[in-house]
């Protein structure tokens, strides 16, 4: 397995992780994790961890601003995708 591959395959896997463990300790007396940490574990990569945790926790889906920037950074990150994908094909 190339390297690259594997760092995005566990920084999604602790995307989902954070998104969890947040999740799990909402409501309790324990600090929440920043939205901001949230979404920058997103930016770095892990957003099809983060989407898919959102799903199955059932995390962050009701507060509009939150949706709006992990729909902004899937956006992002499938423009610079493309972006590339053209580059190598030329």
Known sequence: MPAWLAWWL????ATALLYGYDKAISGGPRRRIPERTLLA??????????????RVFRH???KPSFRRA??????????????????MAA
């Open 10 to 13: 566990a920084l999604n896997v």
């Open 41 to 54: 574990f997103a930016l770095l990569g892990g957003s099809p961890g983060a989407l898919l945790a959102m």
């Open 70 to 87: 992990i729909a902004l950074i899937v956006a992002a990150q499938l423009i610079a995708l493309v972006a590339l994908w053209r580059v």
């Open 60 to 62: 962050k889906t009701a």
